[in-house]
């Protein structure tokens, strides 16, 4: 059964800005509310890796393989410098990119999808997190995680799609002025440089 406890401590984590989050938010900013969605659709999927992998006790082995470990992080940091300096290069051009044609859904999902999963410590923090709210006198275990992370990635994807309408709103207000727009995208550029960084040189 669902705690009070879980739901809130998972809305709290769920809220606090994170790659995803920012992800989204830019999407929103600069691209509307429709890819806002597609950008949290796809950051939703890429943390079901990392709670599967959870219940399967395969972060565990994540946790203990420091190799590994390195290896995804290393290629995330990567990608999102990619991101950073995408975003950076493309303030020149002043314009929001506001298709809604499925090639460009799938490509802002593939990318929110990669942003996640190619952080590792999503899968530690999960090995930390979710079996805190399992009971072990209630039975089936694995069931009750199952339970447990299908809320929290709901959570996530409604949270998620609620930062992308909200900033897809802001954007009308925004669009007309090309200046507010490249301040705007010159700091996401450097917010996903900084989470990089971030998670190239912090430890575990």
Not at 35 to 62: K, Q, W
Request: with cysteine; proline share 3%; glycine share 8%.
């Amino acid at each position: 059964m669902l705690s009070t406890e879980f739901l809130l401590t998972s809305l709290v984590v769920v809220l606090v800005p994170g790659t995803g989050v920012i992800y989204t938010v830019s999407t929103g900013l600069f691209s509307g509310w429709k890819n806002a969605v597609a950008a949290a659709v796809g950051c939703t999927a890429g943390i079901l890796p990392h709670l599967l992998a959870c219940v399967l006790g395969l972060s565990a082995i994540l946790h203990m393989s420091a190799v590994l470990f390195s290896l995804l992080k290393f290629a995330g940091a990567a990608y999102l410098l990619y991101l950073a300096w995408s975003m950076w290069q493309s303030t020149g051009l002043l314009q929001a990119d506001r298709s809604t044609n499925k090639n460009g859904f799938l490509k802002i999902g593939v990318r929110g999808f990669l942003i996640n999963i190619l952080n590792p410590k999503l899968s530690v923090f999960f090995l930390a997190f979710i079996p805190l709210f399992v009971s072990p006198d209630a039975g089936a275990p694995i069931r009750q995680m199952v339970m447990l992370s299908a809320v929290f990635m709901l959570m996530t994807f409604v949270v998620f799609v609620c930062y992308g309408l909200l900033s897809g709103m802001v954007s009308r207000y925004i669009l007309h002025s090309p200046k507010i727009m490249k301040r705007i995208q010159q700091s996401f550029a450097l917010v996903f440089a900084a989470l990089a960084t971030r998670l190239a040189f912090t430890e575990r």
